[in-house]
């Protein structure tokens, strides 16, 4: 649905959509941003987008970014991994990079 070149937030793929909140997120210029399983429902192509952005703001922002997933994101480049491990009693964390 079009009006005057302007496109609905909600007829946007989720992969535009998800873009769009980072992105409307980076303006106001946070200390932190969070991101929990932000590639879940998107396929591999928006994955592939949405990561490249994510390593863009990385690069050129003082912004810490968390990124939750229960995947190893193809081309996520973190500067550290803290992944839980499984145990008898629960979850522990250890650091991978």
Do not use: C, W
Request: proline letters at 5%; charged letters at 25%.
């Amino acid at each position: 649905e079009m009006d005057n070149g302007k496109q609905k937030f909600r007829n946007l793929s989720v992969g535009q959509q998800r873009m769009i909140m980072v992105a409307r997120a980076m303006v106001k210029h946070p200390p932190l941003l969070i991101l929990d399983e932000p590639t879940i429902e998107l396929d591999d192509e928006n994955s592939i987008r949405f990561v490249k952005m994510i390593n863009a703001i990385k690069s050129e922002n003082n912004t810490a970014i968390i990124y939750v997933s229960h995947r190893d994101e193809e081309g996520l480049n973190p500067d550290n991994i803290f992944e839980l491990v499984p145990t008898h009693s629960g979850y522990t964390g250890q650091v991978k990079k």
